[in-house]
């Protein structure tokens, strides 16, 4: 689930961090930079590591603050394909599930990695809901919030990040668009397998 | 930006969760102060709910020698020790081709992970059941 990736960037450090000593600041800055986001094919960065070495300290002309490469190793969160990880459902709509693991909420379960056979039944408690049902040997067995969802990662992928279109989209497309948050690393999950899908099922 | 190596190591949950520990994040309110930052804490939050809380280096270190005389994948290790999986069932899952390479050793493996590896706390509580019931029989018994 979590790896360590090695980064060597440049790093700017503002005046106002002088007094500091240098290693805190940096590592300041670097997780100001750098935590919570996501790297493309690196994955969900969690927290600085260690730093490797720290180069440089020029100040350009016309700058205030000092410029230093900096070599340093970062925890990753990046689900390899095949890891079984287990997570909260989050939400359940006719296209599949939504899993959540606290720090990260993008991760579906599309329709067709569901536990097959199944149905879905309409949840009143949920607005929009919709609460999938596995079915095996006549039981009905129901995916709901009570217990955690064991699922496995089937694909993660980085989708680009959107360009702006409001020349051409009408309005109503245009809501649609702002309601759901662009996601920049999505991790698709399969509960289709033996020892899958809520823990309950399998105890 | 540049990336120098974008893989240099597989780290286990429980590696993690001792970094964080480490930085001084904790499960009591008071150490919510500590040169932590929410998301970490976020990170922290789910770890301590997995079997990772529970775990130490030296039964990593010992899994791992145990694990060798089945000749598992990195990635199936790391699996085991992040999931701690206590049954046949839940091992079918996560080791490929289980039936072809583990035959009747599925049993015993799942013996060597109960034994050597300490359960996640949501697994605890239904144990700590079965040992009252089990002492107020012997009572019984004994009366």
């Not at chain 1, 939400?91 to 990695?113: A, C, N, Q």
């Not at chain 1, 536990?115 to 995916?143: C, F, M, Q, T």
């Not at chain 2, 974008?6 to 780290?11: C, D, H, K, N, R």
Request: charged share 25%.
């Amino acid at each position: 689930m979590f790896f360590l990736s090695e980064i060597e960037h440049t790093l700017r450090l503002p005046p106002h961090l002088l007094n500091q000593p240098l290693n805190d600041a940096i590592k300041g800055e670097l997780g100001s930079l750098f935590l919570d986001k996501v790297i493309e094919k690196l994955g969900l960065c969690v927290s600085v590591y260690d730093i490797r070495s720290i180069k440089g300290g020029f100040v350009f002309p016309g700058d205030g603050a000092s410029t230093y490469t900096v070599s340093f190793r970062l925890v990753m969160f990046r689900p390899f394909v095949g890891e079984v990880i287990s997570a909260r459902l989050k939400e359940s709509t006719k296209d599949g599930l939504r899993l959540s693991l606290g720090f990260f909420d993008d991760i579906y379960v599309p329709v067709p990695l569901l536990a097959s056979p199944n149905h879905s039944e309409p949840d009143p408690g949920l607005k929009d809901g919709v609460r999938w049902v596995w079915e095996y040997d006549g039981v009905n067995y129901p995916i709901d919030g009570t217990d955690e969802i064991r699922f496995r990662v089937h694909n993660v992928s980085y989708p680009p990040i959107p360009l702006d279109q409001r020349n051409d989209s009408d309005e109503k497309e245009l809501e649609q668009k702002v309601s759901k948050p662009f996601a920049p690393m999505v991790v698709t999950g399969s509960i289709d397998s033996d020892g899958l899908g809520p823990i309950s099922w399998w105890v | 930006m540049k990336i120098l190596e974008s893989s240099a190591g597989a780290l286990t949950n429980f590696e993690v969760l001792d970094l964080l520990r480490s930085r001084g994040a904790g499960k009591d309110p008071t150490c919510v102060i500590a040169s932590v930052s929410p998301s970490e804490f976020k990170v922290f939050d789910y770890l301590e709910q997995t079997a990772a809380c529970n775990q130490t280096k030296e039964i990593v270190h010992k899994f791992v020698d145990e694990c060798k005389k089945y000749d598992l994948a990195k990635a199936e290790i790391l699996n085991v020790v992040n999931m701690r999986p206590s049954s046949a069932v839940e091992v079918y899952t996560i080791i490929e081709e289980c039936d072809s390479r583990m035959e009747e050793k599925i049993d015993e493996f799942v013996e060597t992970i109960a034994q050597i590896l300490p359960p996640p706390p949501s697994q605890e509580q239904p144990g700590e059941e079965n040992a009252e019931s089990k002492e107020e029989s012997k009572e019984e018994t004994a009366n």
